[in-house]
């Protein structure tokens, strides 16, 4: 099932992140989010949380900041369910423009944006950090109102 994030969600967004991300997001970083505004959705089940979204939405664009889905849980069509009822809230809300950035490797969640649509317009070099260095983000974008 498919609902709303709340911020007291977030022991078990640390916990889903921990486990799926080489470098995680900190408790500090979702606090800043939640303090932000930023509003995302969460996959869960028997109220445990499997997956989760969150996006920074503006009047003209829909940024997606991070999408998780935990390692038990992937390959059931719960991220490209995630994305989807973030890409539906940002039409319904007007917004003409979605964004992302993937790490290179990605290869799972590049498959699945281009599944979604998206279009690869850029990239940032050295975006993300890694064990032994910084990796390029790739930019995909998704046109909302075509």
Same mark, same amino acid.
């Given at each position: ?31 800043? !989010?939640?303090?932000? #505004?930023?509003? *995302?959705?969460?996959? =869960? ?9 969150? $996006? ?16 038990? !849980?992937?390959?059931? #069509?719960?991220? *490209?369910?995630?994305? =989807? ?9 007007? $917004? ?51």
């Amino acid at each position: 099932m498919l609902r709303t994030l709340f911020q007291s969600d977030l022991s078990q967004l640390l916990v889903i992140e921990k486990s799926v991300h080489i470098t995680p997001w900190t408790e500090e970083t979702f606090k800043s !989010c939640f303090q932000a #505004g930023y509003i *995302g959705w969460v996959v =869960e089940m028997n109220k445990q949380i499997s997956g989760f979204i969150i $996006v920074a939405l503006t009047m003209k664009e829909c940024h997606i900041l991070n999408l998780c889905v935990a390692h038990h !849980c992937q390959h059931q #069509g719960w991220g *490209g369910k995630l994305l =989807e009822r973030a890409l539906s809230h940002a039409r319904q809300h007007g $917004v003409n423009i979605a964004y992302l950035e993937v790490r290179r490797s990605n290869e799972r969640a590049i498959s699945l944006y281009k599944k979604m649509k998206f279009h690869l317009i850029g990239e940032r070099k050295e975006y993300y950090p890694t064990v032994a260095g910084n990796e390029d983000a790739l930019i995909f974008a998704i046109n909302l109102q075509a």
